[in-house]
Nanobody
């Protein structure tokens, strides 16, 4: 059983940067794929970016993802933030090791952290 805890959310001005952390406990975290999803009010939970067990990550023009397996932590670096990036951001992990694009592809979820970008 993997427990995920997101850290680092908050309020930031448009154009600013924010770094989120996803800290895992339990399970073989290094063998999992990890992804960040986000959900705005009234919207679906959508994939932002993910990283496979081998360190291959999906693409995002303004955000990047990295992992430190020694610390059981995955990071989401968000740059050039826009008001439309405002959402609850969730960390998710999949023992399959590959990046799934849909939420149902992940077995473990964090509780989420709010990111608010002001204009």
């Amino acid at each position: 059983q993997v427990v995920l805890v997101e850290e680092g959310g908050g309020l930031v001005q448009a154009g600013g940067s924010l770094k989120l952390s996803c800290v895992a406990s339990g399970g073989a975290f290094a063998s999992y794929a990890v992804a960040w999803f986000r959900q705005a009010p009234g919207k679906d939970r959508d994939l932002v970016i993910g990283i496979s067990r081998g360190g291959i990550n999906s693409y995002h023009s303004r955000f990047s993802i990295s992992r430190d397996n020694a610390k059981n932590t995955v990071y989401l670096q968000m740059n050039s933030l826009k008001p439309e990036d405002t959402a609850v951001y969730y960390c998710a992990a999949s023992p399959s090791g590959g990046i799934a694009t849909q939420a149902w592809g992940y077995d473990y979820w964090g509780q989420g952290t709010q990111v608010t970008v002001s204009s």
